[in-house]
């Protein structure tokens, strides 16, 4: 059956948040835009604020016209998708009124209830509980919980066995956004799909895996939360390790959510604990001080609105991870994300040996080289960096490296790439859970990372500094360097 056929109630918690209007409405117009919603469901959204459906349909029509390109705006769509929004007002910690809530979902029966929570995660279980108390949820009813669930393996366990006591693990949907890009699929597909990379894809051919999510930007006045996390539990333990298990996982017996969530477990299983001396040479943790971005003086982390003097929270982070599996012995993944760094790109680059014996021009030896970049932001895309000769009839036999490109917005231009958060809406309303995070996976990502955070908590050292538009602190290019190797954009 396809999404729409398929009749279902939508209803997201914190309607009226950032979240919900600038990612939630508009992605969810566009699935109507496509085609995809069932001209029967309804999108219904609850918040404590004392508003009426004809004063959510404004907020979201503006939401709309502020998120949405004006080209992809068609008036007729537009009206439809605004038909379907209902508002229902409820104070999330009050059973009592989520009895206006059960008596418009029970205006339209046999569909499905869809639970999006777009609040904070101490929230998930008061939630459930009053929607289970006021005969909300059904048997087909499914939730979505957004990250970060928890601070450490101990709170997420906490929130995790919440929701369990109303919920089943099938109906869990556990959103990391960056599963649902388009090229995050393709890696799936690049793999599995292709013998001149899978056959490839081990330590006999590959030297080393890079992963780097860099942001531009600072803490956008979150100072508040972001201190309380850090770019550990923001970014690391959900983002970076998901992108290196679906690299580094072995192949699937099939394309099911729980064989691909399995061999993601096993990767997460198999990541070598960083104890000891290993912190000296496998981690390095950082903060941005204050510096340029785009020719724009800003300040450090230190000095934005609302810092705390005594903070210890890491604003950037690069690790050195090994993984204990016959595939990998002796690849290194590095691991690097952070804010204020020059560029905002999140990209993939596998790293292939060397040629064993090399014929060329010895002075050329530093070119011999083969890299598969697989990008996900700004711009989409997948290139490989080969070696061919270089042109002209002067040149003999001169190399050149250069990519092979396949950049989606380029080669697939006459279609629209949609957005992470369409992919999994719609995966959520046609029941399709693999690209969602299963329980274990988070518990064992926060396993392997609260050792590091453990650590820095005991040994209260603070983070060395990096000037606001630079690559991140030194060391980071250092502990890198000691392996004979460097960053992609040094290269």
């Given at each position: 059956m396809v999404s729409h056929d398929i009749p279902s109630d939508i209803v997201i918690f914190g309607a009226l948040g950032d979240l919900a209007q600038r990612k939630l409405i508009p992605s969810l117009y566009h699935l109507e835009n496509a085609g995809l919603l069932c001209k029967e469901s309804r999108i219904i959204g609850v918040a404590r604020t004392d508003m009426d459906t004809a004063g959510f349909r404004e907020q979201c029509k503006s939401s709309l016209a502020t998120f949405v390109k004006a080209e992809e705006l068609d008036p007729t769509n537009q009206d439809i998708f605004l038909d379907k929004l209902v508002y229902s007002q409820v104070d999330f910690g009050t059973t009592e009124q989520y009895q206006g809530l059960k008596s418009t979902l029970d205006e339209q029966l046999e569909r499905t209830r869809i639970f999006y929570f777009a609040t904070a995660a101490s929230l998930y279980g008061i939630i459930c509980k009053n929607l289970t108390e006021t005969g909300c949820i059904e048997e087909s009813s499914r939730v979505v919980l957004e990250k970060p669930i928890g601070h450490d393996h101990d709170s997420s366990n906490q929130i995790n066995d919440e929701v369990a006591k109303y919920f089943e693990e099938s109906q869990i949907y556990r959103i990391d956004h960056y599963l649902g890009k388009e090229t995050v699929q393709n890696l799936i597909a690049l793999r599995f799909a292709n013998p001149i990379f899978g056959a490839q894809w081990n330590q006999n051919q590959i030297s080393h895996v890079e992963i780097t999510v860099a942001e531009k930007v600072g803490i956008e006045g979150r100072w508040g939360y972001f201190d309380k996390a850090g770019q550990m539990r923001d970014m690391v333990q959900n983002h970076l390790l998901q992108l290196l298990c679906l690299t580094a996982m072995d192949p699937p017996g099939d394309l099911t959510a729980d064989m691909i969530r399995d061999e993601k477990v096993k990767v997460l299983k198999l990541m070598k604990p960083i104890t000891g001396s290993m912190h000296n040479d496998h981690v390095v943790r950082g903060r941005y001080t204050k510096g340029m971005i785009d020719g724009k003086?800003?300040?450090?982390?230190?000095?934005?609105?609302?810092?705390?003097?005594?903070?210890?929270?890491?604003?950037?982070?690069?690790?050195?991870?090994?993984?204990?599996?016959?595939?990998?012995?002796?690849?290194?993944?590095?691991?690097?994300?952070?804010?204020?760094?020059?560029?905002?790109?999140?990209?993939?680059?596998?790293?292939?040996?060397?040629?064993?014996?090399?014929?060329?021009?010895?002075?050329?030896?530093?070119?011999?080289?083969?890299?598969?970049?697989i990008r996900l932001q700004p711009e989409e895309g997948i290139s490989l960096q080969i070696l061919n000769k270089d042109q002209g009839l002067g040149q003999g036999m001169r190399l050149r490296a250069g990519p092979l490109k396949l950049n989606f917005s380029e080669t697939f231009e006459k279609a629209r790439i949609p957005d992470a958060y369409e992919r999994l809406l719609l995966e959520v309303i046609q029941g399709n859970q693999y690209l969602f995070v299963r329980r274990d996976e988070i518990e064992y990502a926060w396993k392997w990372c609260d050792q590091l955070l453990e650590h820095w908590d005991k040994e209260n050292t603070p983070p060395l500094p990096y000037a606001a538009g630079s690559w991140g602190p030194k060391a980071s290019d250092l502990m890198v360097m000691k392996d004979g190797r460097s960053w992609h954009e040094d290269q």
């Open positions: 003086q800003v300040p450090g982390y230190m000095e934005e609105e609302g810092a705390n003097p005594t903070s210890n929270t890491e604003t950037f982070v690069s690790l050195k991870v090994e993984i204990k599996s016959w595939r990998w012995a002796g690849v290194p993944f590095y691991l690097r994300t952070g804010k204020r760094l020059p560029e905002k790109v999140s990209q993939i680059t596998i790293h292939f040996k060397k040629q064993a014996h090399y014929i060329f021009d010895e002075s050329q030896r530093h070119l011999a080289h083969n890299k598969l970049i």
